[in-house]
């Protein structure tokens, strides 16, 4: 079922909503950036046939939450996740997990860290530092430095990032790349237009957290889920291998979501 929630600047955010209300978890879902909603589909699909409840949000600028203007991770946090927490499926539920895949692991993380909403758990699935330094080996390093480094210019160049026509990320709002070219660069979160000390806030987590790691992951690397997971008050992290040639970052989504979905139902029954 698909729905409509309105941000507090009346920014209208398309949701689908999978499975029953009587489930014994609720899985408040955020996609990677750039991906939209329906690419989940497999995913959530899955997580329903284990007897989950998944309300899945799709990302402002993508199709069922059409934006304009200039808007970043931060309108996404404080803006967002509190209207998606006030549908009724969220206030109802018995248990809700906040989960997300690469940037919307971030902003999961980022949200609860900062008290904006208040999940049991979060997980993140394929989320870690997009910094340098992450990255195994001088020549690796030099190639993620000069690649954030071309996100940068182009962005302050044109005045968004042409993503649909570069192959990453999709075309975006300048705000949006700013604040994830600054953690790729600096391997800190600084939000623009936000004062907010997400840093010293993440380091200060106690919600339930898991951060998992896709096997041959070519965008974020066991260390940098390491990384990240260490910023984040040492969050418990795990490492999942899909078996599927050519998966990756993104592939596992369509391929073989049933391994990512057991590992995280199994740390959840543990809870």
Do not use: K
């Not at 309300?55 to 309108?75: C, H, I, M």
């Not at 300048?174 to 604040?179: F, G, K």
């Not at 106690?206 to 997971?229: C, F, H, K, Y």
């Amino acid at each position: 079922m698909r729905t409509t929630v309105v941000a507090d600047d009346a920014h209208r955010i398309g949701c689908e909503i999978h499975g029953s209300g009587d489930a014994p978890v609720t899985v408040v879902f955020l996609p990677a950036l750039g991906v939209p909603l329906g690419y989940y589909a497999p995913l959530f699909e899955a997580w329903v046939r284990r007897g989950r409840q998944v309300v899945g949000v799709e990302n402002r600028g993508q199709p069922l939450s059409p934006a304009t203007g200039r808007f970043g991770y931060s309108d996404m946090i404080r803006r967002d996740l509190p209207a998606v927490f006030g549908l009724s499926p969220v206030q109802e539920a018995s248990r809700v997990v906040l989960a997300g895949h690469s940037m919307g692991g971030a902003l999961a993380l980022l949200g609860t860290a900062a008290q904006v909403v208040e999940p049991r758990a979060v997980v993140t699935i394929a989320t870690g530092t997009s910094w340098c330094a992450a990255e195994f080996g001088p020549w690796r390093r030099a190639r993620r430095h000069a690649g954030t480094s071309v996100v940068r210019a182009v962005t302050r160049g044109l005045g968004y990032w042409p993503g649909h026509r570069l192959g990453f990320a999709g075309r975006q709002p300048a705000t949006v790349m700013r604040d994830w070219a600054h953690e790729a660069h600096h391997g800190t979160f600084r939000l623009h237009g936000d004062r907010y000390d997400y840093e010293a806030a993440l380091a200060r987590m106690s919600t339930p957290r898991l951060m998992l790691g896709i096997d041959g992951d070519p965008l974020i690397n066991p260390r940098a889920v390491a990384l990240l997971a260490r910023r984040a008050g040492g969050a418990e992290r795990r490492q999942i291998r899909v078996d599927h040639p050519g998966d990756d970052h993104f592939r596992w989504v369509r391929h073989t979501p049933g391994p990512v979905i057991a590992g995280i139902d199994a740390w959840l029954d543990r809870m």
